[in-house]
């Protein structure tokens, strides 16, 4: 049996290879697997729990079928889906984890999370992280109206490309001197993350000893799946169908 990883799906209504990859994902390998963990950006944007979109139904659908079989589904929010709830989880069965969790993955210690928190070079969008996580200004943008919303979040999210495009590569990528900062806090050797969309298996030489860094990467090309058994890992790839 094998226990999944995936991160940073985007998923959008104008992506539709990649959300059909994902729905033959869930229902051809998931399905059977031990369990699967979604470290974070499942969406591109997620506006809150009551969005009544064809789209958001159709995932929320999947999922669920999913859960429905066995299969544990953990997440971790990340950066574009921070406000999925109670009421997502509820409709989906997914189990929300937090930030920082260690689970134990076949007798081995790991430390999985989405890996923002890692990057800490990129102090502009700590700030931002840090704002707009702030419990009162996510209630209060879930209480305005669902329209307004989408034209917000289409509009924060043209920023956040602009931004991107303009910030030096090292300065969005990890910080190693936190990493193995956190690997010490959590007294593991092995760690899972996402967020750079920078796919890789990186060992560390400390002085704890040798540690593994998996990186999981971004589906806006391909797939990027960690399959994770007794016996090792493989960050593997799952291509598109061409349309």
């Avoid at 430390?111 to 200004?137: Q, S």
């Avoid at 190693?176 to 010490?184: A, C, T, W, Y």
């Avoid at 540690?211 to 399959?227: E, P």
Wanted: with cysteine; proline share 3%.
């Amino acid at each position: 049996m094998t226990t999944l990883f995936i991160s940073d799906l985007h998923l959008t209504s104008c992506r539709p290879r990649v959300t059909d990859r994902f729905i033959r994902f869930i229902r051809e390998e998931a399905s059977i697997a031990d369990a699967l963990y979604v470290l974070g950006d499942l969406f591109d944007f997620w506006i809150g729990d009551d969005d009544n979109s064809d789209f958001s139904k159709l995932i929320q659908y999947e999922l669920k079928k999913l859960t429905e079989l066995g299969v544990p589904c953990f997440f971790i929010q990340g950066n574009r889906d921070f406000l999925l709830g109670k009421h997502f989880l509820k409709h989906t069965g997914m189990q929300l984890l937090e930030d920082e969790t260690v689970i134990d993955l076949y007798g081995c210690q790991v430390l999985i999370m989405h890996g923002d928190t890692l990057c800490i070079h990129d102090e502009e969008y700590l700030e931002y992280r840090k704002k707009v996580r702030k419990p009162w200004l996510k209630w209060m943008f879930t209480h305005i109206p669902l329209y307004i919303r989408r034209i917000i979040a289409t509009k924060i999210q043209s920023n956040l490309k602009k931004h991107k495009e303009n910030k030096p590569l090292d300065v969005m990528d990890v910080t190693l001197s936190e990493v193995e900062k956190v690997l010490n806090f959590h007294s593991v050797n092995l760690m899972i993350h996402g967020h750079t969309h920078n796919p890789g298996i990186h060992e560390l030489n400390t002085e704890q000893g040798n540690r593994i860094r998996i990186v999981l990467g971004d589906w806006y090309t391909q797939g990027s799946v960690l399959a994770y058994t007794e016996h090792g890992y493989e960050l593997q790839v799952r291509p598109f169908n061409e349309k």
